[in-house]
């Protein structure tokens, strides 16, 4: 703004500069911001301070070569760098989840993977980093672990979290990262070359997708069922897949211990390594004991990815690998070149929290209230949406809609937010260039009960709107 004013001679030469104090306030940003702006403009000769009097617009000699103006200077050199010919890759053209950062203000955020502020454990989690705030746990995690991570809480998942899948491991096979979507991206570097073969569910996870997609070009979309993966002779044809059998992404599923008996033995006989990504187990885990397929494993070639994202909160960014010692050692070299560690004041307060008992009472309040809040929704759809498929497996937090087939869900979508409804359209999911469009995935723990009623209503007067 300022310079632009200097440039095209709006500010004339010795004008005086409104105080730093003034501007800030005109502004509404901090004093300390507008000093060094006009500390920047001095050193780039645009403005002069002078001693008790404040800041003054410099005589510049616009003639002067030396002093061409920034838009002269764009205009002799229009292109700078051609960035997109360097780009090795362009993730921002990738079909994701787009989800809005505001979407707290609007009164029915029905949201996968959010979470609602009132089910967050304050006080239990303000004890634990409290915790972590001692002097002598600081003197524990405050050091850099270089590759490694908090002992203590390798051994608390070991203890409180992993067994509730029925899986049992050494501390050398697990490493932590930084939520389920950094162990993904690790993996696709390990693992991937351009020819490598990787099967994902479709639907599927579109993250996993992508991720796999910007190394590989032979991603192959892998069918399901009302089970979740189907064991067919495309599997066989991996040599990788990507699973998510507790709640399949995003049916939310769950696969029965038959269907994972049968997927393993077509891994083994074919050399396929399973990625298996617990999504959502920990909440399926609370109203049926089928085993992680990691835990059925007898030969070493599932790796487990979990994560406290839709347990506790998304912010954390803590998760972890389950692995062949191999694998995890691997995963350890490759995760210090990126980031070292997870850090560590973090995971030592999750540690606390683990041992101190407050996971697994928080565990048995939000499974509750989505017990609670599952309720209501099916309540609700039946009313409004009556004649639409829905599919909610065990546990799950959310459903998957299919409407009619004329149905545009990012149509719905759009008329939806104009009611202060928020909800996920379920085109991204698929792969291909003409993905479905009469899909949707409703998620509840990211609204409260009192607002699900009046929520779906909501949605069913926009499908209405649309004709459906």
């Not at 270089?146 to 203590?152: A, M, N, S």
């Not at 560590?344 to 939000?366: E, P």
């Amino acid at each position: 703004m300022i310079v632009a004013a200097i440039e095209e001679r709006r500010l004339a030469a010795n004008a005086r500069m409104p105080s730093s104090r003034e501007l800030a306030l005109s502004l509404g940003v901090a004093r300390n911001t507008v000093v060094l702006a006009y500390r920047q403009l001095v050193d780039e000769g645009l403005l002069e301070s002078r001693e008790r009097s404040g800041y003054f617009v410099a005589d510049l000699d616009f003639d002067d070569p030396s002093h061409a103006t920034h838009a002269e200077m764009r205009a002799r050199s229009p292109l700078g760098p051609d960035w997109s010919s360097r780009f090795g890759l362009t993730p921002s053209t990738q079909r994701n989840i787009v989800k809005k950062i505001d979407w707290l203000r609007y009164p029915f955020p029905f949201l996968y993977g959010q979470f609602d502020p009132s089910l967050f454990p304050t006080n239990d989690w303000r004890e634990s980093a409290r915790g972590a705030l001692s002097v002598l746990e600081i003197q524990n995690w405050a050091r850099d672990l270089i590759d490694g991570d908090d002992p203590e809480l390798i051994d608390q998942l070991r203890v409180h979290v992993l067994p509730r899948a029925g899986i049992f491991a050494p501390p050398e096979e697990i490493i932590v990262t930084v939520g389920a979507q950094q162990a993904l991206f690790m993996l696709a570097q390990l693992f991937l070359r351009k020819e490598t073969r990787i099967g994902i569910e479709n639907p599927g996870y579109a993250d996993a997708r992508n991720i796999f997609g910007m190394i590989s070009d032979r991603v192959v979309p892998l069918a399901i069922d009302a089970d979740g993966l189907v064991a067919s002779h495309e599997v066989a044809a991996c040599e990788y897949i990507y699973v998510t059998p507790a709640h399949q992404c995003p049916t939310t599923v769950n696969m029965p211990l038959r269907r994972r008996e049968r997927l393993l033995e077509l891994a083994r006989q074919n050399d396929v390594v399973i990625i298996e990504d617990g999504y959502e187990s920990e909440l399926s885990a609370e109203s049926h004991g089928t085993p992680a397929l990691r835990s059925l494993d007898g030969d070493g070639r599932v790796v487990y990815i979990g994560s406290f994202s839709k347990i506790l909160a998304p912010g954390l960014r803590l998760g972890y690998v389950v692995a062949p010692e191999p694998v995890a050692r691997e995963l350890r070299a490759l995760r210090r070149l990126m980031l070292r560690h997870p850090p560590s004041n973090n995971q030592r307060a999750a540690a606390l929290f683990l041992g101190l008992g407050h996971y697994k009472s928080h565990l048995r309040r939000v499974t509750h209230a989505l017990k609670e809040r599952s309720v209501l929704v099916e309540a609700a759809l039946e009313r409004h949406l009556p004649r639409w498929r829905r599919l909610r497996g065990v546990g799950a937090s959310s459903y998957w809609l299919e409407g009619p087939p004329t149905l545009d869900c990012v149509a719905l979508a759009r008329e939806a937010e104009k009611r202060g409804v928020l909800i996920e359209p379920g085109d991204v999911f698929f792969m291909g260039d003409a993905p479905p469009r009469n899909f949707l995935r409703l998620g509840f723990a990211s609204i409260a009960r009192e607002r699900i009623g009046a929520g779906i209503a909501a949605l069913g007067q926009a499908a209405q709107a649309l004709g459906h």
